[in-house]
């Protein structure tokens, strides 16, 4: 095992008293790789309101449990930056993280589940110590990570390998290795907790995996008009709380695919900016903006009218869009 992340000295600030987080803002955040920096918007007028500066390529980002901070994985930057939502300022952070890429956390708010590129392995961080509780040895490159609503069982994908690795945390070992597509990226499941939704970037599709038996059952397959398969290269996905659709980011194929969950069957296909990345839903579930990594951009979209009403441009290489709603 490589050695542990060091708790930055900066992150003790956390101790210190804090103003209380803005609940509901409306703030959206954009962390943007090539600026090392997050983009701060108001969620109304979409202008940004300021650039949070950050260690090195900024990527994946998540809200803690109570929505007060943010933390941002940099990868460049070997860290995980904190972010306070009321100050709007980097106040601290976990250091000597090799690549983390993206991150999930436990149930409870104690752990985070980290996918550790270079090291082929899935990174326990205990929030509290700032350690490095324990690795996982993983398939080649990981990238997704998903914790179950239970807590016992983190998924991970492993883009070299086409498989869904299945981790038990109590024994933090691998329980099962489901294989996927080609490529697979990112994470959805189901309210019920009965199905785990995975996009397969270089097979242009989902798989569908029941959860209990830990098998594919279907794969869902994109090809948008006028764009040929190898440029379908899905990677963000989100569900609506019901379940009832899942929104996929196309990738190079510029587009967002509209999934009805229930009937397999994609109904639409949504016109956005290049290479669209991640998504991500309001917690109205009224707009979906979508992270547009090589026109450096947002698409705002209309849920309800499915159609595009706003295209915000934001930092370079745009990658992971929070809602602070």
């Given at each position: ?154 998924y991970v994908t492993s883009e070299v ?125 009224k707009r979906l903006l979508v992270a ?34």
């Amino acid at each position: 095992m490589r050695r542990l992340p060091r708790l930055a000295a900066w992150v003790l600030l956390l101790a210190l008293p804090a103003l209380p987080a803005a609940a509901g803002s409306g703030n959206i955040f954009v962390s943007s790789e090539k600026d090392d920096a997050i983009a701060v918007l108001d969620g109304k007028t979409y202008e940004v309101i300021k650039t949070i500066a950050t260690s090195e390529r900024p990527r994946h980002m998540q809200f803690s449990h109570d929505r007060k901070l943010i933390y941002a994985a940099c990868g460049e930057g070997e860290s995980i930056d904190i972010i306070d939502v009321a100050t709007l300022e980097k106040i601290g952070g976990f250091g000597d993280i090799e690549d983390p890429e993206v991150f999930d956390l436990s149930p409870d708010g104690k752990l985070m589940f980290i996918s550790l590129e270079d090291d082929a392995a899935l990174g326990v961080l205990d929030l509290e110590s700032g350690e490095m509780v324990a690795e996982i040895e993983v398939g080649e490159e990981p990238e997704g990570v998903l914790a179950s609503p239970d807590g016992r069982t983190v998924y991970v994908t492993s883009e070299v390998a086409n498989i869904v690795h299945v981790v038990d945390v109590e024994s933090r070992e691998i329980r099962a290795n489901i294989v996927a597509g080609n490529r697979p990226r990112r994470f959805a499941i189901t309210p019920d907790g009965k199905e785990l939704w995975v996009s397969n970037e270089l097979s242009g599709s989902v798989s569908i995996i029941d959860i209990a038996s830990n098998k594919v059952l279907e794969e869902i397959s994109f090809l948008p008009r006028g764009f040929r398969p190898e440029q379908v290269t899905p990677v963000g996905l989100t569900m609506t709380g019901d379940g009832k659709t899942v929104f996929v980011g196309l990738g190079r194929a510029n587009h967002v695919a509209v999934v009805d969950a229930e009937a397999r069957k994609v109904t639409d296909y949504l016109l956005v900016g290049e290479r669209a990345w991640n998504v991500t839903l309001d917690r109205p579930e009224k707009r979906l903006l979508v992270a547009n990594g090589l026109s450096d951009d947002i698409s705002i979209i209309d849920v309800e009218a499915l159609r595009v009403i706003k295209s915000v441009p934001v930092g370079r290489v745009p990658h992971t869009i929070l809602i602070d709603d």
